[in-house]
């Protein structure tokens, strides 16, 4: 069964610094997708990795993927107030979606 | 260009009753996705619509049932409520052919009392 495993589940970080959220996931798939979420709100997509190797950056958000470790990084630089939301990584297996628990991130002054 | 629409934005209903839960695509997309997401959980799947046919289906009982129309619209229909079936309920919408996201409406918040 395809589990998706997110770490840490809860984030408090300072302004300024920088931290990664791993995702973990139990079996092969070509697509993985990062949403924030923000209290009472609905999903917002962040990024969609396709393949192996894949990097993409928006703003002070990077996210990589490495099918082979089945493993998924999400990189905060110089985190700020604004990121404080949930976020979570998802995998794609048939058009099954499979979330993780997600990560609570608490950006503080 | 509208997003996804989801209707109604709340709803409360007693344990036994049904509900029908209404969501429109974004323009263009022909594919959408139903999810359950409980207090403080992530988002569970439940199934997915695709040219009027239940394409893929999570693990959720038949009392989860649903429907898409030539328009693309969708229902998600709950039968016999539970207090567990609580959540907020979320479609997603996507072009089958196509390697971007999913993009999600804002969500119908069922209470069953």
């Known amino acids: 069964e395809l589990k998706v495993e997110q770490n840490p589940l809860f984030l408090s970080m300072q302004e300024g610094k920088n931290y990664t959220i791993y995702c973990n996931y139990s079996?092969?798939?070509?697509?993985l997708y990062w949403y924030r979420q923000d209290p009472g709100k609905s999903l917002e997509s962040l990024f969609v990795l396709l393949s192996n190797g894949a990097v993409k950056q928006e703003g002070r958000l990077m996210a990589s993927l490495d099918t082979k470790a089945r493993l998924s990084t999400l990189h905060i630089t110089a985190a700020v107030h604004d990121l404080s939301a949930t976020y979570f990584c998802a995998v794609d297996i048939n058009n099954d979606m499979r979330f993780g628990a997600g990560t609570r991130l608490t950006v503080k002054p | 260009d509208a997003g996804v629409t989801q209707s109604p934005t709340h709803l409360i209903k007693t344990r036994g009753q049904q509900v029908t839960l209404r969501c429109s695509p974004k323009s263009g997309h022909d594919t959408v996705s139903w999810y359950q997401q409980a207090l403080g959980q992530g988002p569970q799947f439940i199934f997915q619509y695709y040219e009027e046919e239940e394409r893929q289906r999570g693990n959720f009982p038949d009392r989860f049932s649903g429907h898409q129309f030539p328009n693309y619209s969708s229902e998600l229909n709950v039968n016999a409520l539970l207090l567990g079936d609580s959540a907020l309920y979320l479609c997603?919408?996507?072009?089958?052919?196509?390697?971007?996201?999913?993009?999600f409406g804002p969500g119908t918040r069922l209470l069953v009392l």
């Open positions: 079996t092969t798939s070509d697509r």
């Open positions: 997603a919408s996507m072009w089958t052919s196509g390697a971007e996201t999913q993009y």
